[in-house]
């Protein structure tokens, strides 16, 4: 499930840490590859390149099949888009579901015998969300899900009239808070940190490892919170038991000495790092023109949104620290390649990084998670800036061509299925004060907000 098995991931800014146990080659014969969400540190396409071809692979069916068509062009020829609350009965008596959330993550339902596993990964878990799928499923006997937030709001901004630590220590707190409030409505036999053991390794993001939360913190949050339910902290190579409980097949890693740990790990892969760094594409001489034909066609395109958009952008692209700037005022050249002092929003980052995106090698959300970029906001402009995000991840040919896919006929299928869900999230949406976290009204929702719109 989601096999993030070698080198990193989200734009060569998320390592594995503790250190994979396994390779795809060490895996031996796979039968089923499951994958709940798009996200890069999920749908790895280095690791699935190296897994059996023979591997039926199943992915959530949603409004884009673009997962499933990418399986088939690396070598899959079994790939089953699974449909919402579908059941996919497997041979060996295993039955597998999906529940999907929000506009990609998803959820995996599995059951072989008796014995049940509901893997969360990403899946946000709003209280209404768990209490209906608890309508229909027993208490699982293994429940996995994130225990992190992963998302470089805050640790990679500056935002004018807040300070970062209070930000960081309230994040920091809601997810914890939000692992143990889900644990506590599924009432698993074992609870189980999972998904978000990772640790930045390029140089000048190292530091930002330490505001990762371990996976004890979620376990020790849990047990203030619902002492009655179990759990497990499975590090790579470990194994779990439903009958048994924990079996420890794994090297032990030393989570109340990260920092040490990550000292090793980074000078054992440093020539891994150097070569990851070295094959980054670097941007031709033409990149500033490239860049401001990009984004002519994707503000163009998006004019509903423009007027929710930061006024001024500023792009600070490194090593040069040449000023690229947006001016989402003007009618049509909105690029100026100069510095611009009065900015509503200012993003430092590689060159070399933002030419991926601006040329489809990387997806501008994986540019965002990979947390190798610097912001700087005003509290004001934290909506509009989150705005801004939202274009370029969900839609580069235009908010109202989005929208208009709800009436093809995946659109059909996917509404079909999870109407009743999509009128609360719309609900939730207009009653929201801001889309960017934690700017939201606690008021008007229990849950935890949608952290990809």
Not at 365 to 380: A, C, F, G, Q
Request: charged share 25%.
């Amino acid at each position: 499930m989601d096999p993030w098995l070698v080198g990193p991931s989200n734009g060569n800014g998320w390592w594995h840490l503790p250190a994979a146990a396994a390779t795809p080659e060490s895996l031996g014969s796979v039968d089923y590859v499951m994958i709940s969400h798009v996200h890069n540190d999920h749908f790895h396409i280095p690791s699935l390149k190296r897994l059996p071809k023979t591997a039926t692979v199943m992915v959530p069916y949603g409004l884009d099949p673009w997962m499933a068509n990418a399986l088939r062009e690396i070598g899959f020829n079994r790939v089953t888009e699974v449909e919402h609350g579908q059941t996919q009965h497997l041979p060996g008596d295993i039955s597998v579901e999906n529940y999907q959330h929000g506009r990609i993550h998803s959820a995996y339902w599995l059951q072989h015998g008796n014995e049940t596993v509901l893997n969360l990964n990403d899946c946000p878990t709003p209280d209404w969300w768990l209490r209906e799928w608890l309508c229909r499923h027993p208490p699982p006997d293994v429940a996995l899900s994130a225990f992190s937030y992963a998302s470089p709001f805050p640790v990679c901004y500056d935002v004018r009239g807040e300070n970062r630590e209070h930000l960081l220590s309230e994040n920091v707190a809601r997810v914890l808070d939000q692992f143990a409030r889900t644990m506590g409505m599924l009432q698993p036999r074992f609870a189980v940190p999972f998904a978000t053991q990772y640790g930045f390794f390029l140089p000048g993001c190292r530091w930002m490892t330490s505001n990762i939360p371990i996976p004890q913190a979620a376990l020790d949050t849990l047990s203030s919170r619902h002492p009655n339910v179990g759990s497990a902290l499975l590090n790579p190579g470990d194994r779990l038991s439903v009958r048994d409980g924990k079996t420890l097949l794994g090297d032990p890693f030393d989570w109340d000495a990260r920092e040490r740990e990550l000292d090793s790990e980074t000078e054992m892969r440093a020539d891994e790092i150097n070569k990851a760094i070295a094959e980054e594409e670097q941007p031709p001489p033409d990149c500033f023109e490239r860049f401001a034909f990009y984004f002519k066609g994707i503000i163009s395109k998006n004019w509903v949104l423009r007027r929710k958009l930061p006024n001024r952008i500023a792009f600070v692209t490194e090593p040069e620290d040449e000023w690229w700037a947006l001016d989402c005022t003007r009618r049509r050249d909105f690029a100026s390649r100069s510095e611009v002092v009065d900015v509503s929003l200012q993003i430092r980052l590689p060159r070399a990084l933002l030419f991926a995106a601006l040329e489809g090698q990387i997806h501008w959300e994986t540019l965002y998670l990979s947390n190798r970029l610097h912001i700087t906001v005003d509290k004001d402009d934290l909506d509009s800036e989150w705005q801004f995000w939202r274009m370029l991840f969900n839609f580069p040919e235009g908010i109202l061509r989005d929208r208009l896919r709800l009436f093809s006929t995946r659109g059909r299928r996917v509404l079909r299925r999870r109407y009743s869900e999509l009128l609360r999230l719309v609900r939730e949406r207009i009653a929201r004060s801001s889309n960017r976290e934690p700017y939201v009204d606690a008021a008007n929702s229990d849950s935890t907000s949608e952290r990809s719109i």
